[in-house]
């Protein structure tokens, strides 16, 4: 079956770089069609999609964020990174990372539990 | 970028009512639409996907339909589970936007 985990700091200090790891199971990245997608949530606010990277390695991202993000991916562990600098207080959130098939459902549909992140000096 | 904007926010029902949610796109997305149900703490569960296609083990009171810029999504007998905040999110050319939400609170 399909899962995927987040890891990395639940704590991070203004100005530093966050990174996170998503690390699944259950299909390939290498795989046409499959895709990772990055997703936040602040506490008590709406969703928004930050990154996506997908089998042939094209890499896509938000375009309010775009200068701070950089999503990669390693399809021999099955783990895409993201990293985001500059971080500040209100990126503090739930991060998600999801899987999409393009030529399936066109939307992420399996999804990790999520990690939270607080940005705090 | 295409913006989503979802009506209401928040909805107030009964079990068993007949509830509608709309999420209206800045730019025709065609039917690149999915919708989603969160519940606190946890992570968001795909309903619906290409704007009326059924996920998998999904009941199928849940219903969606439209296309273009207009799409509602519609649970025709509410149940007690179904409880929760709802999402639209449209995928465009490999970018995706998520509406602000719509919590359904029992009245």
């Known amino acids: 079956q399909v899962t995927l985990r987040e890891s990395g700091p639940a704590l991070v200090k203004p100005t530093q770089t966050l990174t996170l790891t998503c690390t699944f199971s259950?299909?390939?990245?290498?795989?046409?069609?499959?895709?990772v997608s990055w997703i936040r949530q602040p506490p008590g606010k709406a969703l928004e999609w930050l990154a996506l990277?997908?089998?042939?390695?094209?890499?896509y991202y938000s375009t309010s964020l775009k200068t701070r993000l950089t999503i990669s991916k390693d399809t021999s562990k099955n783990q895409v990174v993201l990293t985001m600098t500059n971080m500040d207080p209100v990126d503090t959130a739930t991060y998600y990372c999801?899987?999409?098939?393009?030529?399936?459902?066109?939307?992420?549909?399996?999804w990790g539990q999520g990690t939270l992140v607080t940005v705090s000096s | 970028d295409i913006q989503m904007t979802q009506s209401p926010s928040t909805l107030s029902a009964s079990v068993g009512d007949r509830v509608t949610i709309t999420c209206r796109a800045s730019?025709?997305?065609?039917?690149?639409l999915a919708w989603y149900q969160q519940k606190p703490g946890k992570a968001p569960k795909l309903l619906i996907y290409?704007?009326?296609s059924l996920e998998s083990g999904v009941p199928s009171r849940f219903s969606g339909s439209g296309s273009g810029t207009e799409f509602t999504l519609t649970i025709s007998s509410l149940q007690p589970d179904d409880f929760a905040t709802y999402y639209c999110?449209?995928?465009?050319?490999?970018?995706?936007?998520f509406g602000g939400g719509t919590k359904v609170e029992i009245k």
């Open positions: 999801a899987r999409m098939d393009a030529y399936g459902s066109g939307s992420p549909d399996y």
């Open positions: 259950g299909f390939s990245l290498s795989t046409s069609g499959m895709c």
């Open positions: 990277i997908d089998w042939d390695d094209d890499k």
């Open positions: 730019q025709s997305i065609s039917s690149w």
């Open positions: 290409k704007a009326s």
């Open positions: 999110q449209q995928y465009n050319s490999y970018s995706l936007t």
